[in-house]
């Protein structure tokens, strides 16, 4: 899996598996700073995955405002977006 994949994802499964990959054969080298940086990227990454979610519902919720708006001023539900 490719670092910008990783960051675009908040499947726990993927992040757990990648650290594997990564530190399997070297567990001699994981210590609690290397466990804050991996913890703290994977939450980063859920917020952004979340963020993006927002910001697409808050398209579509403007998009539908936007129509009712239209349907009132028609007067009419047959109006076509």
């Not at 726990?12 to 210590?31: C, N, S, T």
């Amino acid at each position: 899996m490719t670092a910008p994949e990783l960051l675009d994802t908040c499947n726990a499964k993927l992040w757990a598996e990648e650290f594997m990959r990564l530190f399997g054969e070297r567990r001699q080298d994981i210590d609690e700073g290397l466990m804050i940086g991996w913890f703290a990227n994977a939450m980063q990454a859920g917020e952004h995955h979340y963020r993006r979610k927002c910001d697409e519902l808050q398209e579509q919720v403007v998009a539908l405002q936007n129509r009712v708006e239209e349907i009132e001023r028609n007067g009419s539900s047959d109006a076509h977006a």
